[in-house]
Every structure is written in C-alpha cells, then in structure tokens.
C-alpha cells in the first residue's frame, strides 16, 4: 500500500518540477526580451551627464587617434517643427531652418562614434515663411540674445554595433546632453547615418515639450494656439577632417 501511495504522489512532483522547468523558462525569455529592448525613444530621458571632460569647441573636439569629420555647413540643415492654430486659417505646421549649423562627428580607430561628438546651432539665423513669427520667437520664445544656441554633445550611440558601415544607411540612436534656452538634459535622438569614403551623411530627430526647457509657447498676433510640443530635426553632411 505504502508503494501505491508514492506512485499517486509522482504526478504532483513531476507537476511541480514542470512548473518550476517553465517559470524559469519565463523568466529567461523575459531577461532575453527586456536585453533586446528597443533603444530609447525621442525625446528627453533625463538629467544631464557629464561631459565637462569634452572641452568647449565644436571644431576641435578630442579624437584620441581617431577620425574627425567636420559638418558642412553649405549642406546641412538644422530645424524646428511645432503645430499652431492661426487666426482665420486653421491649424497649420511652423517650420523654422538655419544653415547656421557647425560642429564634428569623431570616430574612433576602429569607425564606431566616440562621445563629445558634438554639434551647434545658432538660434538667432532661424527663418520660416513669416517674419513676425520669426521676431516674437528670437525676442520672447527663445530669447536668442541671452541664449543664442542649441548645442548637442554626444554622449553614446545605440543600435549600431562597431564600426559605422560603409555605404550602407544604418538606423540609430543618438544619446547625450541638449543645452537650449539656458537648460541642458539628456535626450535622445531617432537617427539614420551613413558613411561614404571621405564622407559622412545621417539626420536625426526629437521631440520634446517646450516647458521641459523652460520655453513658453508663443501665443501672438494672429496665432491663436500653438502645441507645447517641439520636434527638432538635423540633416547632416560631414566631410573628413584634413
């Protein structure tokens, strides 16, 4: 009887060890999953790092033996996009751009992006299709003469592994402190970059809310409304350093 009784019970232990066999291999699929998660999304991700160690020029960043490629300004583009309301004629999108757009992109000996890759806009050259936009955003909304630029310092890059590829688009992320408006935090930037012999060419976005950078919205003239919300957007063509 004794032997009948463990017989009965060894479906509940098998039972069991099976159940613990499948948590644990939940458990494992779920580290695997949350390893392989997406990169950070656009936008602003947190506290700014320190980056005191990566000097103050946008020309002349450290390379450390590695290659620089210096922004062409003639070929590249920096630029704002925000959603408003106009008086008797709806909603529309305000897009402000500037060539006023300087700064190097380091790579290291093996071609993978360092950090302190950095770049700088100048605020107070931004035009759209109307000037009095432009005017209430330098004197109230950005105030360009207290705070004339936009400077990102790189601080890592996710989504690519090793070096940048050659001749081929590769989707990043760009990490790393956004300084605008007297306020720096990190942020995070949607990006795609390729490298093509002697040149390098990408863009990347963000998008974030004004108050996160202390800015107020503009709300002027025949503007009615205008979305908190700030999507900035550079495309980029860089050649190498000589």
């Known amino acids: 009887m004794r032997h009948t ?3 009965r019970r060894l479906p509940l232990r098998i039972g069991l060890l099976a159940l613990l066999a499948l948590l ?3 458990l494992t699929l779920t580290s695997t999953a949350a390893a392989q998660q997406a990169s950070a999304a656009p ?3 947190g506290a700014a790092a ?3 160690t990566c000097g103050t020029d946008p020309q002349t960043p450290k390379t450390n033996g590695g290659t620089a490629y210096k922004i062409d300004s003639s070929a590249s583009t920096a630029s704002y996009k ?3 309301e106009l008086q008797g004629k709806g909603f529309n999108e305000a897009v402000g751009t500037t060539n006023a757009f300087i700064g190097t992109i380091v790579l290291d000996k093996s071609g993978a992006p360092v950090a302190c890759s950095r770049f700088d806009v100048d605020l107070r050259t931004l035009k759209s299709d109307n000037s009095r936009r432009d005017n209430y955003l ?4 950005l105030q360009t003469e207290q705070y004339p630029l936009a400077t990102f310092i790189l601080t890592k890059v996710e989504g690519l592994k090793g070096a940048v590829p050659q001749g081929k688009e590769t989707e990043i992320t760009l ?4 300084s605008i408006h007297g306020v720096t935090k990190q942020v995070a930037w949607a990006g795609k970059v390729k490298l093509d012999g002697g040149a390098m060419t990408g863009s990347a976005t963000t998008t974030f809310k004004m108050e996160q950078f202390n ?3 503009p709300k002027a003239g025949p503007v009615i409304s205008i979305n908190d919300t700030l999507t900035l957007q550079v495309d980029l063509t860089a050649k190498k350093a000589s």
Request: proline share 4%; hydrophobic share 25%; no cysteine.
């Open 215 to 217: 800015i107020t919205p």
């Open 138 to 141: 330098y004197g109230n909304t």
């Open 24 to 26: 644990g291999l939940t």
């Open 50 to 52: 320190d980056t005191t």
């Open 175 to 178: 990490v790393g402190n956004l």
């Open 43 to 45: 936008g602003v991700i």
């Open 82 to 84: 925000a959603k408003e």
């Open 5 to 7: 009784g463990t017989r």
